[in-house]
């Protein structure tokens, strides 16, 4: 360290005179002490105030300039440093240095700044608004045959690209271009991975994927997938998954998706949608998320349907009944509740037993699955009154629902039940149904859903138990008392923020179980003619007139 102290001293006076011989071999010490100690050499150049001299001695023309870059870069390994090296001023410099012809200082410099701003959101978001992104891009076209200075670029692009900030910046590149370019040219597996660690970040934003994919990103991840799928080295299995997920990713842009689906012709299509009987559960799983992706527009969705995909689907489905891989079922029912949502798709689907092999797994413990499961079978029934009534009438479902519906831990599986057994009573206006529901114990849950803090949930609620009201008063009777519905009704009613059809189901559904004793009674203690008789001003027009009606059943009935 007594070297090192002398050299600092040295290096003082050489940089205050400007003598670069004297100064080299300065560097040279210090550069020598850090490998040797890293740490205790750091502590030592910010004890003796070095930091500071460093911008003025940043020169684009000195010799000195690389090595002087790789101290800074040395040094900033200690997080204890970074600060010092801000506060010393050392970032603009280095920047501008970013600009030099020189491929040495360009790795040095590009080192340096990627320690200083290591795990700092600030101080790379402060590179971000200097301009680096361009720079950097231009510098990894220029010089993308060194090794070393290309993977001091990928990794600064994968440090930025974390940042929101950045994809704005990176979009306005031509960094897809260069990205595919330098991955077509990769053959070692640690290579392409550091390339893929930049493209999945950039691929999250929707200008990039459309650049990516006509850079010819897809035909490349297709050839990875191609050499990868029977490999059984980790790194394989690895680079095959990457390719996938990463396929996916870009057809989550609604351009890029619809650019690669070509109407149903494209190659990449079709080349996705063999996938699917493939025996590797990766491949398996990309496929069917990739069809939940191009479902995304009806166009897309009819054509799929008119295909055959749904048999493919299903098939997909029955491998996995048995051996249960919760992520391919999950995908393949999302892909199946999606293709499901035009009108024109539903009864080809019921007619292809869509709902029959989804009811397979009623038995899953897993609540994504459980999610997907009730989403599609909402989706079928959709205006489908006999396959609303065939599954209502499914003493098993509904009895599931019902179970679903107190799943308190999953939110969304406890909405999904909730809805699809008012779905069964709306699509259906069945009496079998009903008492199907009724015998089951949903009518309760349906009660609650009409407290539900979103609206659509409610309005579905009320008119599924309006309908209950209207096809089995006396079956549904106790329920209703017991579930607190007159008194559920009130609130909806007196509450201002009570969305006009809410308040509308809600006076229907009152005047509905006027012909039970009881819920008469319930009505009347409450005084709701006060409530329905200030309604008769409601702006709404639909609204004010049900409440004329309502209040003049009341009258009639007090």
């Known amino acids: 360290m007594d070297n090192l102290s002398e050299a600092l001293e040295k290096l003082k006076l050489a940089s205050a005179d400007s003598t670069t011989g004297s100064m080299e071999s300065c560097l040279d010490c210090l550069l020598k002490a850090l490998a040797s100690n890293n740490?205790?050499?750091?502590?030592?150049?910010?004890?003796?105030?070095?930091?500071?001299?460093?911008?003025?001695?940043?020169?684009?023309?000195?010799?000195?300039?690389?090595?002087?870059?790789?101290?800074?870069?040395?040094?900033?390994?200690?997080e204890f440093m970074r600060s010092p090296c801000v506060d010393a001023g050392l970032i603009p410099p280095l920047i501008q240095l970013l600009s030099s012809t020189d491929q040495e200082v360009l790795l040095q410099t590009g080192r340096a700044l990627g320690n200083i701003c290591y795990d700092s959101h600030s101080l790379q978001a402060q590179l971000i608004n200097m301009g680096v992104i361009p720079t950097l891009v231009k510098l990894l076209g220029i010089h993308s045959h060194n090794t070393a200075l290309t993977e001091m670029c990928l990794i600064a692009f994968g440090n930025l690209a974390e940042l929101e900030s950045s994809k704005e910046q990176f979009a306005s590149t031509n960094i897809a271009a260069e990205l595919v370019?330098?991955?077509?040219?990769?053959t070692e597996h640690e290579k392409k991975e550091m390339i893929f660690e930049v493209l999945a970040p950039l691929a999250e934003n929707d200008v990039i994927k459309l650049q990516l994919v006509e850079a010819g990103l897809v035909e490349c991840l297709l050839e990875v997938v191609a050499q990868t799928v029977d490999g059984e080295?980790?790194?394989?299995?690895?680079?095959?998954?990457?390719?996938?997920?990463?396929?996916?990713?870009?057809?989550?842009?609604?351009?890029?998706?619809?650019?690669?689906?070509?109407?149903?012709?494209?190659?990449?299509?079709?080349?996705?949608?063999s996938w699917i009987p493939s025996h590797n559960h990766q491949l398996q799983l990309a496929g069917a998320l990739a069809i939940a992706n191009f479902a995304r527009n009806d166009g897309n969705c009819?054509?799929?349907?008119?295909?055959?995909?749904?048999?493919?689907?299903?098939?997909?489905?029955?491998?996995?009944?048995?051996?249960?891989?919760?992520?391919?079922?999950?995908?393949?029912l999302s892909a199946l509740r999606n293709l499901a949502i035009p009108v024109v798709n539903k009864s080809k689907m019921l007619s292809a037993g869509v709902a029959d092999v989804v009811l397979k797994f009623l038995q899953s413990e897993m609540p994504p699955v459980?999610?997907?499961?009730?989403?599609?079978?909402?989706m079928l029934i959709d205006t489908q009154a006999e396959a609303a009534d065939q599954l209502g009438t499914n003493g098993k479902l509904v009895e599931r629902l019902v179970e679903w519906c107190e799943a308190k831990d999953h939110a969304g599986v406890m909405g999904e039940s909730n809805r699809l057994l008012s779905a069964l009573i709306r699509h259906s206006k069945s009496k079998e149904v009903v008492r199907t529901v009724i015998q089951g114990g949903g009518v309760k849950h349906l009660v609650t859903m009409?407290?539900?803090?979103?609206?659509?949930?409610?309005?579905?609620?009320?008119?599924?138990?309006?309908?209950?009201?209207?096809?089995?008063?006396?079956?549904?009777?106790?329920?209703?008392?017991?579930?607190?519905l007159v008194s559920v009704l009130h609130k909806l009613l007196s509450d201002e923020r009570s969305a006009p059809e809410i308040k509308y189901n809600s006076m229907i559904l009152i005047c509905a179980v006027m012909g039970s004793e009881p819920l008469h009674k319930?009505?009347?203690?409450?005084?709701?003619?006060?409530?329905?008789?200030?309604?008769?001003?409601?702006?709404?027009?639909?609204?004010?007139?049900?409440?004329?009606?309502?209040?003049q059943r009341l009258t009639a009935q007090s």
């Open 302 to 332: 009819i054509h799929m349907v008119d295909t055959g995909i749904v048999q493919k689907l299903l098939e997909l489905l029955d491998r996995h009944v048995e051996e249960g891989n919760v992520t391919v079922q999950h995908a393949a």
């Open 522 to 551: 319930e009505v009347q203690s409450l005084a709701f003619i006060d409530v329905v008789s200030k309604l008769r001003a409601h702006e709404n027009k639909t609204v004010s007139h049900q409440a004329s009606l309502t209040e």
């Open 39 to 78: 740490t205790e050499a750091s502590m030592k150049i910010q004890e003796m105030g070095i930091l500071p001299m460093f911008p003025n001695l940043l020169n684009p023309q000195s010799s000195c300039t690389p090595k002087l870059a790789n101290i800074i870069a040395e040094v900033a390994k200690n």
């Open 181 to 186: 370019r330098l991955f077509q040219k990769q």
């Open 233 to 273: 080295r980790e790194e394989d299995i690895a680079q095959l998954k990457t390719a996938s997920d990463l396929m996916v990713l870009l057809l989550l842009g609604d351009e890029s998706m619809q650019k690669l689906f070509e109407g149903g012709k494209g190659s990449v299509f079709q080349r996705v949608l």
């Open 370 to 378: 459980q999610f997907k499961l009730l989403g599609t079978l909402r």
């Open 450 to 484: 009409a407290t539900s803090e979103h609206m659509i949930m409610q309005n579905e609620a009320l008119v599924a138990l309006g309908l209950i009201a209207a096809l089995d008063l006396v079956a549904a009777e106790k329920d209703f008392v017991g579930a607190s």
